[in-house]
């Protein structure tokens, strides 16, 4: 099994400041990672997948980056409502695994 | 706009069983495998199971095989869920999820609101 390790575990940030949220692979997953945001009593939603593609209807602020086992997710100028919980999954190999996690909070 | 609505969340004993239902709309269905994936409360995303566009396949996490079983009725443009030898580790949110591309591994790009189950006695 893949295990997906994000940091950091806490983000603390004004907004107009820049997010950087890292996610590590244990192993290699070529560029088959996907990042998703998730607010409180909300399901996640698709941000970007295959590493750098945006899902639909997201904003350009958000950009990912990687490949193999490090990855990133970049929000360029937190919004107010980027304030949630994040987290990285990989498609390479089955089972489908997700990262625990990394929550950006207003500083 | 797609929409997917779960059903049939509740309380359950230990050892029980229950069946999840989701209901998709708004999205040719038989066009798109389609996945279930839970949340503990408190606690981050497990992905649980998937399945093919025609039903034809399907794949689970290790800790459901033998014990829950996905299944989807393309004329009912629905997806299942069903659970059984029920434990109080299974107790979480489940979602239904669309895959997004044509793979079966793809991300997820469309979820429901969830459905919680609720594993005591």
């Known amino acids: 099994e893949i295990v997906l390790t994000q940091s950091p575990a806490t983000l603390s940030l004004s907004p107009g400041e820049r997010a950087t949220l890292s996610c590590r692979a244990s192993?290699?997953?070529?560029?088959?990672l996907a990042w998703y945001q998730q607010k409180p009593g909300q399901a996640p939603r698709l941000l970007i997948y295959?590493?750098?593609n945006r899902a639909t209807g997201i904003p350009a602020r958000f950009s990912g980056s990687g490949s193999g086992t490090d990855f990133t997710l970049t929000i360029s100028s937190l919004e107010p409502e980027d304030f949630a919980v994040y987290y990285c999954?990989?498609?390479?190999?089955?089972?489908?695994?997700f990262g625990g996690g990394t929550k950006v909070e207003i500083k | 706009e797609v929409q997917l609505v779960e059903s049939g969340g509740g309380l359950v004993q230990p050892g029980g069983s229950l069946r999840l239902s989701c209901a998709a709309s708004?999205?040719?269905?038989?066009?798109?495998?389609m996945a279930w994936v839970r949340q503990a409360p408190g606690k981050g995303l497990e992905w649980v199971a998937n399945?093919?566009?025609?039903?034809?396949?399907?794949y689970y996490v290790e800790s459901v095989k033998g014990r829950f079983t996905i299944s989807r009725d393309n004329a009912k443009n629905s997806l299942y869920l069903q659970m059984s030898s029920l434990r109080a580790e299974d107790t979480a949110v489940y979602y239904c999820?669309?895959?997004?591309?044509?793979?079966?591994?793809?991300?997820?790009?469309?979820w429901g609101q969830g459905t919680l189950v609720t594993v005591s006695s």
């Open positions: 999820a669309r895959v997004l591309l044509s793979h079966i591994s793809s991300p997820f790009d469309y």
């Open positions: 708004a999205f040719t269905f038989s066009g798109y495998c």
């Open positions: 399945i093919k566009k025609d039903g034809s396949d399907e």
């Open positions: 192993q290699g997953v070529t560029t088959y």
């Open positions: 295959d590493a750098s």
């Open positions: 999954q990989q498609r390479n190999n089955w089972p489908l695994t």
